[in-house]
């Protein structure tokens, strides 16, 4: 018999909060007969499979490569958590006006992982020579992100973006409607 995400546990019949998206993120990670056979890369897009989907909780396993991006986003009323598996990647979590008014940047490698907030944005890029995987845990399921965008008054313009499009960097021109 095929092994099955639904033998990974996790609380059942609710959302799922940030701690407890990460400890599954974590366990998954530790489970490659349940992923492994669907990493492939591509080097014009970051390649997505939906690894399991219900009421609360959809899984997502993602490949990158160089250059790939997603640019700054929410992930609308939806908690989640990454695990890097191979490679890296880098999190960088908006801050205006924080401390040096910069963002907060962390880099991830195979083995770590985190979570963030609905109420996060951020953006996630490809580091390193080495192509990169990762899982990514949402509750409740994804269904909109936004993807930001400084407009050229200098205004953070937010657009609403489905979850089967890949989220890249926008322009402040190829952001106008």
């Known amino acids: 018999m095929r092994p099955s995400l639904a033998s990974v546990p996790r609380p059942r019949e609710r959302d799922l909060t940030g701690p407890e998206l990460q400890a599954f993120v974590t366990e998954l990670s530790h489970r ?9 890369h591509d080097h014009t897009q970051r390649v997505y499979e939906e690894l399991l989907s219900d ?3 959809t899984a ?6 160089d250059d790939h991006d997603t640019g700054f986003h929410d992930h609308d009323i939806s908690a989640g958590a990454v695990a890097v598996v191979g490679g890296g990647v880098r999190e960088e979590r908006l801050a205006i006006g924080g401390p040096g008014g910069r963002a907060v940047i962390r880099r991830f490698g195979v083995g770590e992982s ?9 953006r996630v890029s490809h580091t390193g ?7 990514h845990v ?3 399921p994804l269904s909109r992100m936004g993807a ?3 407009g050229e008054d200098g205004v953070l313009e937010r657009h609403s973006v489905a979850p089967d499009q890949e989220l ?10």
């Open 168 to 177: 890249r960097p926008l322009s402040a021109s190829a952001a106008v409607p």
């Open 60 to 65: 997502w396993l993602i490949c990158w490569m």
């Open 138 to 140: 949402y509750s409740p």
């Open 129 to 135: 020579r080495d192509p990169a995987v990762t899982l």
């Open 32 to 40: 490659p007969e349940l992923w492994i056979g669907r990493v492939h």
């Open 55 to 57: 009421d609360h909780l």
């Open 148 to 150: 930001y965008v400084v």
């Open 114 to 122: 985190f979570y963030f907030s609905a109420a996060d944005i951020h």
